[in-house]
């Protein structure tokens, strides 16, 4: 079955610099999360999208912006990036309409700010 | 705002049951109780959820107190691959109306062979 991809899965930046997080949710689904998950800590909630629209906003910093697009896949943009943002980064999709909330994880993507 | 308390970590002998607890004593009414587990840092991985029934499916059982003020996750037979952080999860509904995880800080499980 298919899963959730995220693009890059690895990605080196320098400080103050900008990156930008892909997320292809499984198809059908219309329903992204994002989580920051820092080293030895928990999955901290960021920003979700149903239907191409912000449905809820956590812990994001206001340097970090996100949206969901047509094809349902979604961007995080980080920018001003700081050593305290690498972290690993992991979207999720469910199938909201099918009132189905279960959250599918993607691999991650692992930032690191040197 | 964390709504779960987990123990840090637990053993669990290969080809025992184990026994996860979570305290959510805080959970509203229509909160649901989601487990998910990562092994090692990849995504977390869907286990079950429950709302007060009791539940099971291929990979475990959740059994839910009446009160609904904890539950315990039992894995029935632990392999080596079961080895993982264990996360018990309160999904919460927002004011825009979907819904959002609260995750904890979740269980290290260790299987020993």
């Known amino acids: 079955a298919a899963g959730v991809i995220q693009s890059p899965r690895h990605l080196i930046k320098e400080k103050r610099e900008t990156a930008t997080l892909k997320c292809y949710p499984i198809?059908?689904?219309?329903?992204v999360y994002w989580y920051q998950q820092g080293p030895g800590q928990d999955p901290q909630f960021l920003i979700s999208?149903?239907?191409?629209?912000?449905?809820d906003k956590g812990s994001i910093p206001d340097r970090f912006s996100a949206q969901q697009f047509s094809d349902y896949h979604s961007e995080l943009n980080m920018s001003s990036l700081e050593l305290g943002d690498s972290a690993l980064y992991f979207c999720?999709?469910?199938?909201?309409?099918?009132?189905?909330?279960?959250?599918?994880f993607g691999p991650g993507t692992r930032l690191t700010v040197t | 705002d964390a709504k779960t308390t987990q123990p840090t970590s637990m053993d669990c002998a290969e080809g025992r049951a184990a026994n996860l607890p979570c305290n959510h004593s805080?959970?509203?009414?229509?909160?649901?109780v989601y487990w998910y587990r990562q092994i090692h840092s990849q995504g977390p991985q869907y286990i079950i959820h429950?709302?007060?029934n009791n539940e099971t499916n291929e990979m475990a059982s959740l059994i839910i107190t009446e009160d609904r003020k904890s539950s315990t996750l039992i894995l029935p037979h632990a392999t080596l691959r079961d080895t993982a952080v264990y996360y018990c999860?309160?999904?919460?509904?927002?004011?825009?109306?979907?819904?959002?995880?609260?995750f904890g800080t979740g269980t290290r499980l260790k299987v020993l062979a």
């Open positions: 805080t959970i509203s009414g229509n909160e649901y």
């Open positions: 999860i309160v999904r919460v509904e927002t004011t825009s109306g979907t819904y959002k995880y609260i």
């Open positions: 999208f149903y239907e191409k629209m912000q449905s």
């Open positions: 198809p059908r689904h219309d329903t």
């Open positions: 999720a999709s469910s199938f909201r309409t099918s009132g189905s909330y279960e959250q599918y």
């Open positions: 429950g709302l007060k």
